[in-house]
């Protein structure tokens, strides 16, 4: 049974009349009557009493255009719910994200987001870049956030910002008198920084500068997150590295100041599986690239 079919049934129903109804539905009356007996066939039911001068309902017919209208607005309303979700305009959105990417960027994607596509329900779950390959692979999140490069070269990943550390230190620190510092001026402090199995490339990669540079960090303390890094730079136990200015807590007794010159970046990129993607990851992906760039 289609629509077509159905809205003619019901016109038909209200005009009682062969040429009017065949007027209003756009056919000729052959065509009409061609569509009615097909209907008739299918349900195997006679819906209308007809000869030359009248046409009325049958008992059948009139329990049939009753609950017709109801069948119509749910065929209408089906077809329309599916065209919505092959458009990506309703449905759900499962997201991963790193503890510093959900902090950093994902409330202005979601806000832009859920004013492109206010019906798709969106699901949001913490979990290490790691995590969140593994996730993507069974089908568990569509898209995520995370600190590329990958281990899994299958998925796709699109790197959406590259935002500098600033470096957090006590109040009572000498450095702290400087506006502005370089990582060699750190080259006889203590180290707070985020566990290595959070983030091993970033990690590495602050050591790694460190060295070039020509120094290695005369002590480490690992601690997590931002704001108990925060808190022990506060404490004057070292400095700490923090990324974006949205992770400048407002913690008396840590102040904070820009590196200039070589230095670490906190990488953000989105992934999708490699696949064919829908619209709603798809648009998806556009905003975090948008809001991405909009980062320092």
């Known amino acids: 049974m289609d629509q077509r079919r159905l809205q003619c049934f019901i016109v038909l129903a209200e005009e009682l009349n062969f040429r009017r109804a065949a007027d209003r539905c756009h056919i000729s009356q052959p065509g009409l009557s061609q569509l009615l007996r097909q209907l008739e066939d299918e349900l195997q039911v006679q819906l209308f009493y007809r000869d030359r001068r009248n046409v009325s309902l049958t008992p059948a017919g009139e329990l049939f255009r009753k609950e017709a209208y109801k069948l119509l607005l749910q ?7 599916a065209r919505q979700i092959e458009r990506g305009a309703i449905g759900e959105l499962t997201i991963g994200a790193t503890a510093t990417a ?8 979601t806000r832009r987001f859920a004013k492109a ?3 798709v329900a969106l699901t949001i779950r913490s979990m290490t870049t790691a995590d969140q390959e593994r996730a993507l692979r069974r089908g568990d999140i569509q898209v995520g956030l995370v600190h590329p490069p990958l281990e899994d070269t299958a998925l796709v990943c699109r790197v959406i910002s590259a935002i500098p550390f600033d470096v957090v230190l006590s109040d009572e620190n000498p450095l702290s008198k400087k506006a502005v510092l370089t990582l060699k001026d750190l080259a006889q402090e203590t180290f707070i920084l985020f566990p290595r199995a959070v983030g091993p490339r970033l990690y590495d990669e602050i050591i790694a500068l460190c060295h070039q540079e020509g120094f290695s960090p005369r002590k480490i303390i690992e601690a997590a997150p ?4 925060v808190a022990m730079a506060a404490c004057n136990m070292g400095i700490g590295f923090v990324a974006s200015r949205l992770q400048h807590y407002a913690r008396p ?3 904070y100041r820009r590196l200039r010159g ?6 953000l990129g989105v992934i999708r599986a490699s696949e064919r993607i829908s619209p709603t990851v798809e648009k998806f992906v556009d905003i975090a690239t948008m809001v991405g760039a909009s980062l320092r």
């Open 102 to 109: 959900l902090f950093v960027i994902l409330p202005e994607i």
């Open 117 to 119: 596509l206010p019906k």
């Open 253 to 255: 007794l840590a102040t």
């Open 262 to 267: 070589p230095g670490p970046r906190l990488t």
């Open 75 to 81: 065929m209408t309303d089906i077809v329309d719910r």
């Open 226 to 229: 931002a704001q108990s890094i």
